[in-house]
């Protein structure tokens, strides 16, 4: 039977880079206008869409035309 390891790590200070910068990509995407403007839609309830007039697929579909011009 033959047994192999492989080691596939980065070294500490490469991974912390890509770390670091991955984080900071997160960050201003999660603090974006349109990234909070989703969460609060996201967080209405059904309650809410239907006083509203509107399924939630039709308010994400509304939101995704108005934001990438599909």
Known sequence: ???????LH???FSASIFQ???RFLVKIA???DTA???????MMSDADLVA???TREEMVERFVRT???V
Request: proline letters at 3%; hydrophobic letters at 30%.
């Open 52 to 54: 509203r007039g509107v």
């Open 67 to 69: 934001r990438c011009y």
């Open 1 to 7: 039977m033959a047994l192999t390891t492989t080691n």
């Open 10 to 12: 980065m070294p500490t």
């Open 20 to 22: 670091t910068i991955g």
């Open 30 to 32: 999660e603090n974006s």
């Open 36 to 42: 909070k403007r989703l969460e609060a839609l996201s």
